[in-house]
């Protein structure tokens, strides 16, 4: 069986894009540092849509991990290897997120700190789903939706005292940040069991990707559409779900934006329905959908990672030169916890440059991209290139 199904890289190549969007917004945008784009007291629709828009991606992409994991295991057939390979990629990513990935996001050489985002937690799911493999597809996607479904019950389980507990429970259940000695600190901000569960249902859902493309777009319509339907009857009755319930805002139309504005940290049961769902959708219009666009986002899903790393790189170190047009120097930069380099009067663009060089990021690295996925599928008895 063929590895590659040219929906699932072409929707992984759509998330990867639109996370830049959510980068660069992060770093450049001129109100990253005092709005939340969430906060419909503060927010505008333009910032408001920019930042949901890229909640899509953190799901969906693990999400796809899941049924990526799936496909290797049915290419492979063999629990052994299967387990092995997830277990040392877990092990490499984990790794790579608590060095190179934190460097990429805080500049900071002295490690200040150390942040458990969405590479480890998908480094942690892939250790968690080694130890699954001798389960049904359908048992272990299941065990997912069972962990989406519950996992918002331990949110108001307080956070244990104690520096080894506190980093524990919040690395597998919910944010939390933990004060280490030296001013350093961990903050947990993908804990790894609702995560987990989102990966552990697109391995179940992997199974429909065995079928031939027509039946695959039909099972995928299906499942977005129940996940998206599910998600409106829960949110209509307003009471378990999510920790931020919907209200009634200042006209309907940010009433609208509370009904959708729903919580990443973690991800609620209301978030992963919502972005599974429409990862689904997208799963399923890309099965009869073939031009240059989606030639286009398929070489960014084909190298995920890769494109993963150096996007996050280039964006920051772009940061800096922003800045010293600005006329800001080094000696305003300030780095440390939660702290990038940004000087503590802000500096920063205007939205509509967000997209303008959002739109140059993507457009500069898709021939570095479409170069590595070349030399990678050409190279084949180089084995370490599946862990880039």
């Known amino acids: 069986m063929n590895s590659r199904i040219k929906s699932i890289d072409i929707t992984r190549g759509l998330v990867m894009v639109i996370m830049a969007l959510d980068h660069v917004r992060e770093f450049w945008h001129k109100t990253s540092m005092t709005v939340s784009p969430t906060d419909l007291e503060k927010t505008t629709t333009a910032l408001f849509f920019t930042r949901w828009i890229t909640h899509l991606c953190a799901p969906s992409f693990v999400f796809l991990a899941g049924a990526s994991a799936y496909l290797s295991f049915r290419k492979y057939g063999d629990i052994s290897f299967s387990r092995r390979f997830l277990l040392t990629r877990g092990i490499w990513l ?8 934190n460097f990429a996001l805080w500049f900071d050489i002295h490690f200040r700190l150390v942040i458990l985002e ?68 961990f903050f947990s901000a993908y804990p790894v069991i609702p995560w987990t569960g989102i990966m552990l249902t697109g391995f179940g859902c992997g199974i429909f990707l065995d079928k031939q493309s027509k039946d695959r777009r039909k099972s995928f319509l299906i499942a977005g ?55 689904c959708l997208f799963i399923a219009f890309f099965e009869n959908t073939l031009n240059k666009i989606t030639d286009f986002l398929s070489v960014f899903g084909k190298v995920p990672f890769f494109y993963f790393v ?35 009067t802000g500096g920063g663009v205007s939205l509509a440059v967000v997209y303008i060089i959002w739109a140059l990021v993507v457009a500069g690295l898709y021939p570095v991209c479409r170069w590595y996925s070349n030399y990678r599928s050409g190279h084949p008895e180089k084995w370490w290139l599946r862990y880039l």
């Not at 409106?232 to 139309?253: C, E, M, T």
Request: with cysteine; charged share 10%.
């Open 94 to 101: 984990v790794m790579l997120e608590f060095t190179l990935i």
């Open 118 to 185: 969405v590479i480890a937690a998908i480094g942690f799911s892939f250790i968690i789903l080694s130890f699954l493999l001798k389960l049904k597809p359908a048992v272990i996607g299941t065990i997912g939706l069972i962990i989406i479904f519950s996992h918002n019950l331990l949110q108001s389980v307080p956070i244990p005292d104690g520096k080894f507990l506190s980093i524990i429970f919040s690395s597998l259940f919910r944010p939390g940040m933990t004060e280490l000695t030296g001013g350093h600190a």
């Open 225 to 279: 559409l129940a996940a998206l339907a599910v998600f409106l009857i829960f949110r209509f009755i307003n009471l378990y779900g999510d920790p931020a319930p919907w209200s009634v805002q200042k006209n309907q139309w940010f009433t609208f934006l509370s009904f959708i504005n729903v919580t990443k940290y973690p991800p609620s049961m209301l978030f992963s329905l919502l972005f599974t769902g429409f990862a």
């Open 310 to 344: 150096i996007h996050l790189c280039i964006i920051h170190a772009l940061m800096f030169v922003m800045l010293f047009i600005q006329g800001y120097g080094l000696n305003d930069l300030v780095f440390g916890v939660f702290r990038n380099g940004r000087p503590e």
